[in-house]
């Protein structure tokens, strides 16, 4: 049933967006298909019995002519209306199907909850099938209109013997039931071979991926032992589906020996036929061009079966792909409700956690936190790695909703607020951010909507505007040789400075830097945080670094162990306090004076 109900959803597509394209498809597919179509059979079985009766009897040689050119310009225009409507009318058609789909899809990847990307199995099943949504779209509809032309083939076919021989009808009902069930088996094995296999594609995939992926070129060539790794990993994945082919070759090759030797060579090749021959010759019962008739009707029969049987496993494993489709396509976010309709204040607000704790589906990672932080307030997070500095702004951020206690803004619960508005309060540089393969100008404003000068004072308050000088690009320059051959490859520090120009664009109240100046030499983390706080100092501005010398200028700092605040103060007051951030900017400190 479930198989059913996803194959409807996915042809629910083409019946949306292009039905009238998809209804003449369906019909000329049934009707004009070169390997599929009714025509074919008509021509193949019909016009021969038509051609051996008139020689048979005497029918005037100007009617025998007549009707084999009646057939000829039949099949000669439709055969072109069929040919012209799948190269223009249905490639078109297509086209926009996909591109209608596509847009969904996007547009429903940016409501997708973020902790849907931290879950494996939803990572795994949704996003994946997502990737091959077009593949699966047209091997949906390919089986589709597969199944109606059979069907369309079966019933004429069954009709026609059934009409010239009771024998041969029965004959074929047995072999038929037999057919059918040898395909079953066939195909539930074919079934148990796929899913055995999929663990082994599914790696194999990923370390082909990588071996021809940018990102890790350099690794592998470094670090040549861990390609030796990934490549012996390979051949690992590829002795698991030899080791499927040989489990079920031999039950596969039993199948197929009783299909083909015995339902095709014995029944179809020798008793048919000499029913036939019988039924002609001593009965005579049939006309010579029965022979000319039954015998490739019974073929067609067997190959329309068999196609008819291929579909339905082709379908269940097509409705996998489509469960998963469909649970994305479904997913209902649990951060954007009806209720949260409130507009995001347009200046820097108060901002208040109240007894906070969270953690990404197991243990706490944040534990009873309560902050609040002041309207145009600069604000550093600081402690080890994993103690939840990134995880709180995250929070603050409603990217995630706290497991206990309340977030608010402006005395509001932050739930209250319509998302995207809530978005629209923030600007963040992630300590993962990431430079798209576009332009710079693009990457600077994260808008379709370019202006130049917006983007030279971000670059300018960045330094980023130094790294054009000396590259010699300009904002109109790509990023990457991805889909420019002159892109420009920056470096690291490089792309943190044009990730950092975004933060200066926009008219967002509070701004979020995560790590802004991990990869940046201390002359240029000196400018940019001088800048940041010229710029800056009507907003609101949190941030997390491990260089201590960069949280002096904050107006609090607050330190975060083991998932609580333990310290909050600013420079000063926590070096008096002489705990856990005095004792981590001496180790800091005395590392720059040896």
């Known amino acids: 049933m479930n198989t059913i109900k996803n194959i409807k959803f996915m042809l629910g597509f083409p019946v949306r967006h292009i039905l009238p394209q998809f209804i003449i498809y369906i019909i000329f597919d049934m009707f004009f298909h070169p390997w599929y179509g009714l025509n074919g059979v008509i021509l193949e079985v019909l016009f021969v019995k038509i051609v051996v009766d008139a020689v048979q009897y005497n029918l005037d040689f100007n009617m025998i002519m007549l009707v084999i050119a009646a057939f000829a310009l039949y099949f000669s225009i439709f ?30 990847a940016q409501k997708v909850d973020i902790k849907c990307f931290d879950d494996e199995k939803f990572y795994d099943g949704c996003m994946k099938s997502v990737a091959v949504f077009e593949e699966k779209l047209n091997e949906t509809i390919h089986n589709f ?51 055995e296999n999929i663990k082994y594609e599914k790696k194999s995939n990923y370390i082909r991926r990588i071996f021809g992926g940018y990102g890790f070129a ?58 036939v021959s019988y039924q002609i010759l001593v009965e005579k019962s049939l006309p010579y061009s029965s022979f000319a008739v039954i015998v490739p009707s019974t073929w067609a029969l067997k190959g329309s079966m ?37 507009a995001a204040p347009d200046s820097p607000e108060p901002i208040e956690l109240k007894n906070v704790s969270f953690g990404y589906g197991g243990d706490a ?10 309207p145009r307030e600069k604000i550093a997070i600081v402690g080890e790695n994993g103690a939840g500095k990134s995880t709180l702004i995250k929070l603050v951020m409603r990217l995630y909703d706290p497991d206990e206690g309340e977030i ?40 379709d909507a370019i202006d130049y000068d917006a983007a030279k004072t971000a670059a300018n308050l960045s330094g980023f505007d130094k790294v054009l000088e000396h590259s010699g690009g300009n904002f109109a320059s790509q990023i990457s040789k991805e889909f420019d051959k002159n892109g420009l490859i920056l470096s690291g520090g490089e792309m943190q400075k044009l990730a950092i120009s975004r933060a200066f664009t926009g008219n967002h109240p509070v701004l979020v830097l995560d790590e802004p100046s991990s ?29 201590l010398s960069t949280t002096k200028m904050a107006d609090r700092i607050v330190v975060i162990f083991g998932g609580e605040i333990v310290e909050q103060g600013n420079h000063g007051e926590l070096m008096a306090l002489g705990g856990r951030y005095a004792e981590m900017f001496g180790l800091q400190a005395k590392n720059y004076k040896t």
């Open 365 to 374: 990672i944040l534990k009873n936190i309560s902050l609040k932080i002041q």
């Open 408 to 447: 608010s803004l402006k005395g509001t619960d932050i739930r209250e607020y319509e998302l995207d508005s809530y978005y629209g309060y923030f600007s963040a540089v992630f300590q993962d951010y990431k430079i798209f393969a576009a332009n710079i100008a693009e990457n600077v404003l994260a808008d």
């Open 79 to 108: 055969q072109f209306a069929y040919n012209f409507f799948i190269d223009v009318a249905w490639e078109k058609a297509m086209l926009k199907l996909h591109y209608n789909a596509q847009l969904k899809f996007i547009a429903m």
């Open 306 to 342: 068999e196609a008819l049987g291929g579909v339905i496993p082709q379908f269940k494993i097509l409705s996998e792909y489509i469960g998963e489709i469909k649970k994305f396509l479904n997913y209902k976010s649990e951060l954007r409700t009806d209720h949260s309709t409130r």
């Open 519 to 547: 990869a940046l030499d201390p002359i240029s983390e000196a400018e940019i945080n001088q800048k940041l706080l010229t710029h800056c100092k009507n907003n609101t501005v949190i941030f997390i670094s491990h260089r």
């Open 218 to 275: 350099k690794d592998f060539r470094v670090h040549n032992k861990f390609s030796n790794l990934l490549a012996t990993d390979y051949h690992r994945q590829n002795a698991g589906k030899l080791e499927t082919e040989k489990k079920y070759r031999k039950p596969l090759f039993l199948l197929d020996l009783l299909e083909d030797y015995f339902l095709g060579s014995f029944i179809y090749q020798g008793v048919l036929i000499l029913i």
């Open 145 to 195: 209109r597969l199944m109606l032309c059979m069907l369309l083939n079966f019933i004429f076919l069954v009709s026609l013997l059934w009409s010239l021989s009771i024998y041969i009808m029965l004959t074929m009902i047995g072999t038929s039931a037999a057919s059918i069930f040898l395909n079953a088996k066939t195909n539930k094995i074919n079934y148990s071979k796929h899913m």
